[in-house]
């Protein structure tokens, strides 16, 4: 299987600041990385897809890059309505695998 | 708009079988992909498998001999079967659609599920 490191685990900002989030994958998956958005009683929203295209109707300030087997998601600006849990997930090749997950909360 | 909807029972005793239907509005589940995923406490989540257009399932190895995921066309609902359950099945279970331009494209809210004497 695949493995997928995230971090961080948790994450402190401000509104305004900028932030990152990676995801470091065990092998090659070329760009098959999603980004996911999950808020309290929730669905997962896909944010991110293809590890940098911006899924239609998700506001601009969301990017995301990679490098090899690095990824990278990053707000701009935060707003408060970002705060929520953010995770990947790969699909590249089954079993697909994910990460362990960033929640970002407020200083 | 494609929506997904998990339903079933939240406590599950011990050694029984764990029952889920996804009822799905606004796409045919006879196109695509459709899916379980699942998050433990403490936040891990596990892909567990799929059916396809066609009818035909892929399981994480982790599963194969526990899951079964089938499918009623005529209800658009997908279902999933996890037997002998154990309190680590204990999970949020989500069902997911993967269509040909984006896997994981829209999710339902997810059904929590208990396994407990």
């Known amino acids: 299987d695949i493995q997928v490191t995230q971090s961080p685990s948790s994450l402190l900002a401000s509104l305004g600041e900028r932030v990152t989030i990676t995801c470091q994958t065990s092998q090659s998956i070329r760009n098959n990385l999603n980004w996911y958005q999950q808020k309290p009683g929730q669905g997962p929203m896909v944010l991110i897809y293809y590890a940098t295209s911006l899924q239609t109707g998700m506001p601009s300030r969301f990017s995301g890059q990679y490098s090899g087997r690095n990824f990278t998601l990053t707000i701009t600006s935060l707003e408060p309505e970002d705060i929520a849990n953010y995770f990947c997930?790969?699909?590249?090749?089954?079993?697909?695998?994910f990460g362990a997950g960033t929640k970002l909360e407020l200083k | 708009e494609v929506q997904l909807q998990e339903s079933g029972p939240g406590l599950v005793k011990p050694s029984q079988s764990l029952s889920l239907t996804c009822s799905v509005t606004?796409?045919?589940?006879?196109?695509?992909?459709w899916g379980w995923i699942r998050k433990f406490p403490g936040n891990k989540m596990e892909w567990m498998g799929y059916?396809?257009?066609?009818?035909?399932?892929r399981y994480n190895p982790s599963l194969k001999s526990r899951i079964s995921i089938t499918r009623d066309t005529s209800k658009n609902q997908f279902f999933l079967q996890l037997n002998s359950v154990t309190p680590e099945d204990t999970a949020t279970y989500y069902c997911a659609r993967s269509s040909t331009y984006l896997d994981f494209d829209y999710w339902g809210q997810g059904v929590s599920v208990t396994v407990s004497s």
């Open positions: 606004g796409f045919s589940i006879t196109s695509n992909y």
């Open positions: 059916i396809n257009s066609s009818g035909s399932t």
């Open positions: 997930l790969q699909h590249y090749s089954a079993p697909y695998t």
